[in-house]
Structures are given as C-alpha cells and as structure tokens.
C-alpha cells in the first residue's frame, strides 16, 4: 500500500526577514534545506548579512525590498519573485510566512484616524492582498503561517489598534484554511508572545524591567528569544505537520495560562 510523503518543499517567501522572527525563520528553514526569498524595508545591509548566513547553511536565499504597507507595488514585487523563481528553476513557490508588521502602544483615547489606518494597511491589509496576488504561484498543497500575538488572547494596556488588527489577521486566518482547503493549502495562525528582538523599539530586549515583568507571568520563567519562534514556524511548515490546519498556536513559553 503505498505511503504518503512527507517531503518538504523546498521555497519559501517570508515577510520581513531581515531580523528578529523573520531573520530566525529564513535560517531555520535553511537549515532544513529550505531555500526562501525574503523581504526586507529599510535594512539592506541587515538583509544581506541574513543572505549571507542562509547560503552559508547551503541554501538559496534572495532578498527583496517590500514595503508591506504600499499594496501598489505588490504586483511588482510579484514580478521579483517570478524572475527569482525562474532563476532557480522554478516556477511556484511552497510556503508563505505573513510576518512583516508594525506595532504600536498608543492609549486608546489618543489613537488616531492616521495611525489606525497604518495599522490596517500594515497589520492586515498588506497581508490580505498579498497573500491574494500570490496565490497563482503557491504550489497546491503549500503552507501559509500569518504572524499574530498573544495580545490577542491576552489584554495589553495600550495595545487596542495593534491588537485588533491581529485579531483580523486570525479570523483571515481561518476563512483562507477553508477557500484553498480544495487546493490542500493550509493556514495557520503562530501567535509569539513578547520577544526580546527590536520589536516595539526593543523593549523587551532592552528594559529589563519589562523583560523581568514578563518573565514573571510566564510558566517557563523568561522572556522569549528569536530562536524560541523561528525553529518553531519552520518546523509547523514541515509535512509532519500537513494536517494542522486552521489553528490558532501560541507561542509564549506558557505566559499567563
């Protein structure tokens, strides 16, 4: 009786690879032979330096700029990665890794029609229409992760435009399991808690008032690291992974349970 493979595919896209998740997302599916195009916004040499340690595990790598907020130029951008594509002899691509996003701690009060608007074109919008002018080119049976937070679940002061525009993200989520469920694609949701990267102007990297607060309210005793998530996504990517669909997945090392 024959068996079903569980041979990863082998390109990825990822959103936002220059640092933090992303960074650690692109290495980590290099490590497992994956090879990704990645995009970056106003770090070029932070790109390059993740092109660098990507070949340097023995995969194929390319960075592209994409400014995930700016839906005009994503025909263009769809016009890279076929030309990437074709130069490694390819055609489609197999996973998809919604990462790249902006966040923001503005008191409700204070939020305004301009900011709320950035966070809808940056947090959902960009994601939206991207993964919509991408679709043609994903292999049937590929992977799309999108990117969320445990802010979701949990209530952050301050965090009400940045967390509701996540919230979208998985309710997208699933409705997008249940359109490419015909094509075998599958959507899940990764949802990190906080993470000691330049996210949020590094604050949990850099205050260690804040970092020892999280600390505290989670079970495994610390903040979390970009290694902690990256492993994690390029794992839940893989075919052992091929019947999770549809899920919501916090990664936080248990904070408030």
Known sequence: MPTETTTMPNIAIVTGGSRGL???????????????IFTYNSSPDEAQNVVAAAEQAGA??????????????????????????????????????NNAGISDHT?????????????????????????????PIINDGGRIINISTAVTRLVNP?????????????????????????????????APGPVATDFSGGVVRDNPEINKRVAA?????????????????????????RWVNAQRIEVSGGMMP
Do not use: C, H
């Open 107 to 135: 008191p409700f009060a204070q939020v305004t029609e301009e900011l709320l608007d950035r966070m809808y074109r940056v947090n959902f919008k960009g994601v939206y229409f991207l993964t919509q002018k991408l679709l």
């Open 60 to 97: 194929r790598v390319a960075a592209l700029k994409l400014d995930i907020g700016d839906s005009s130029s994503f025909d263009g951008f769809v016009d890279s990665v076929r030309s990437t594509l074709a130069e490694w002899g390819a055609e489609r691509f197999d996973y998809l890794v």
């Open 158 to 190: 301050n965090s009400s435009a940045y967390a509701t525009m996540k919230g979208a993200l998985e309710v997208l989520t699933r409705y997008l399991a249940s359109d490419l469920g015909p094509r075998g694609i599958t959507v899940n949701t990764v």
């Open 22 to 36: 992303g960074r650690s997302t692109v290495l980590s599916l290099a490590q497992r032979g994956v090879s990704s």
């Open 217 to 241: 309210v989670t079970a495994l005793g610390r903040a979390g690291v970009p290694d902690d998530i990256g492993p994690m996504i390029a794992a839940l990517l893989s075919g052992e992974n």
